[in-house]
């Protein structure tokens, strides 16, 4: 079958690819443009390690047609960090054995900034909201929950200084 064009934004910087017309994003994202940091576990939609961001909303990647983001902007997780800096959240996870093996934490890095871009200051319950389309198997999700409170109090910090 012909390969269809995309050309979108990612991370800031325009990509161009042909695609098979049934290729999913997360496949042109780590296969075609090596952004291999975002993650494909179940490929059904149910994990959320393929978690990147469209125009500023979450989206899985494994489930969305890579045709869809025509003309689009996409965040993954190499465009959380700054400048080289990573990102408060980032910084969290490191310090606060957010991480273990790490399968999930792309995914759920991507959620969190998305929460904390738009909500500033959110509640516990509102974190644990925020990731529960993110599954982790390894740390019982505390460490998790923690380290996106103390970013988010880290970029409040941040943004007042
Ligand atoms: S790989 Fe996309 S939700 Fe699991
Ligand atoms: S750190 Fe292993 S799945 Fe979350």
Do not use: H, W
């Amino acid at each position: 079958m012909a390969r269809v064009p995309v050309v979108f934004t990612v991370n800031g910087t325009e990509a161009a690819e042909f695609v098979e017309p049934g290729a999913m994003l997360s496949d042109v994202l780590r296969d075609k443009l090596d952004l291999t940091g975002t993650r494909v576990g179940c490929s059904q939609g149910t994990c959320g390690a393929c978690t990147v961001m469209i125009d500023g909303e979450l989206i899985l990647s494994c489930l969305t047609p890579a045709q869809r983001v025509n003309g689009k902007s996409v965040v993954t997780i190499e465009g959380v960090a700054t400048n080289g800096e990573l990102d408060p959240i980032q910084q969290a996870f490191a310090t606060g054995f957010a991480t273990q093996c790490g399968f999930c934490t792309s995914g759920m890095i991507v959620a969190a900034k998305a929460l904390l871009d738009a909500n500033p200051d959110p509640s516990r319950d509102e974190v644990v909201d925020a990731i529960s389309g993110n599954i982790c198997r390894c740390t019982g999700y505390e460490p998790i929950i923690n380290a996106i409170l103390s970013a988010a109090a880290e970029r409040r910090v941040a943004k007042s200084a």
